[in-house]
């Protein structure tokens, strides 16, 4: 199958640290996308993982288990400008295609 | 910078009208890609392009076309619009290339057919 999925909805507060998940299924594998989408706004790259572990930008940091279909993006020391949907992605059977998770909507309170 | 225009961010249209919504990128990107996003279903693939004048359909392609007549610009065509079409149309672009895999997003097109 080609399924990626991941939690609709998540609530964190400010100066905490959240982590979102996503799972997907698939024999072959080129790497897994994350990106950050403001209400009414167009997604914008994050990360891109193609090979195992931890890779970390600043406050944001995305993990990869290709053996498990498993990554997760974290976020720390949240600010209210975090609050987004986060969407994974990853490359289809053709160079050209994306598939698409139906994104995170993060909820940040003060 | 990438830069992916769209040629309205909100648009309101009657049922059965023909609507067309474009879209330009200025980094000289071989392929373009329509989708549309509605809540819980995330971004679902309409139609792409990977060189100009070709099309390829992508998951719900049915009552839409494209046109890529420039390689800087694609275009989405709603034949009769219907309501079930009322949607937030994104459009991306991305180079050729082994590796090359991310796309860049236009701005969105919020269209209501009523």
């Known amino acids: 199958g080609q399924n990626i999925d991941q939690p609709t909805e998540m609530t964190a507060t400010e100066g905490a640290i959240v982590q979102i998940n996503c799972t997907y299924q698939?024999?072959?594998?080129?790497?897994l996308f994350w990106y950050q989408q403001h209400a009414g706004e167009a997604p914008t790259f994050l990360s891109y993982?193609?090979l195992d572990g931890l890779e970390e930008k600043g406050r944001f940091s995305s993990f990869l288990s290709r053996s498990k279909g498993y990554s997760y993006l974290l976020l720390k020391e949240l600010q209210m400008k975090d609050s987004a949907s986060y969407l994974c992605?990853?490359?289809?059977?053709?160079?050209?295609?994306?598939?698409w998770g139906a994104g995170t909507k993060l909820i940040i309170k003060p | 910078d990438v830069k992916v225009t769209q040629s309205s961010r909100y648009l309101v249209k009657r049922t059965g009208e023909k609507v067309f919504l474009e879209c330009v990128q200025d980094?000289?990107?071989?392929?373009m890609f329509w989708y549309r996003q509605d809540p819980g279903l995330g971004l679902r693939l309409i139609y792409f392009?990977?060189?100009?004048?070709?099309?390829e359909k992508g998951d719900i392609p049915e009552g839409y076309s494209v046109s890529r007549e420039k390689k800087e610009r694609f275009s989405l065509i709603l034949e009769s619009a219907s309501t079930n079409q009322t949607s937030m149309y994104l459009c991306?672009?991305?180079?050729?290339?082994?590796?090359?895999?991310?796309?860049?997003f236009g701005p969105g097109t919020r269209l209501t057919v009523t």
């Open positions: 991306a672009s991305k180079p050729t290339g082994q590796h090359s895999y991310e796309q860049y």
């Open positions: 980094m000289d990107h071989e392929n």
């Open positions: 392009s990977y060189d100009v004048k070709m099309k």
């Open positions: 698939t024999s072959g594998f080129n790497g």
């Open positions: 993982n193609v």
């Open positions: 992605a990853r490359p289809g059977d053709s160079n050209y295609q994306l598939i």
